[in-house]
């Protein structure tokens, strides 16, 4: 079975930053693209990034470029989101996703696979 497991999260005072971890397993990694996205109650899902595990392409959320930044590391199965410069309209429930392809791409109901939520919370 394929599985995401995503962590990371917690509690930060705005400006500061966190890292979150996505752990894939079930799946031939390089075959996926995998992305962050994040929600909050009562609000659809959105992108943050995406990256392909083929060839290291991405793709950003425009307004979160620049202080969001996605990586991948095939041998550990992993991407990650670098997150700097927190503020408090950041504070969500992130989640990662794996969609088989090597075009990152941002059509959230193409994802196949959803890891459960990590939780952010920015305080001003």
């Known amino acids: 079975d394929v599985q995401l497991q995503a962590s990371g999260g917690g509690l930060v005072q705005a400006g500061g930053s966190l890292r979150l971890s996505c752990v894939a397993s079930g799946l031939r990694f390089s075959d996926y693209t995998i992305g962050w996205f994040r929600q909050t109650p009562g609000k659809e899902r959105e992108v943050i990034s995406v990256?392909?595990?083929?060839?290291?392409?991405?793709y950003y959320e425009k307004s979160l470029k620049g202080r969001f930044t996605i990586s991948s590391d095939n041998a550990k199965n992993t991407v990650y989101l670098q997150m700097n410069n927190l503020k408090p309209e950041d504070t969500a429930t992130y989640y990662c996703?794996?969609?088989?392809?090597?075009?990152?791409?941002?059509?959230?109901?193409?994802?196949?696979?959803w890891g459960r939520g990590t939780q952010v919370t920015v305080s001003s």
């Open positions: 990256i392909s595990n083929s060839d290291g392409s991405t």
């Open positions: 996703a794996a969609d088989r392809g090597d075009y990152p791409h941002p059509v959230t109901n193409l994802f196949d696979y």
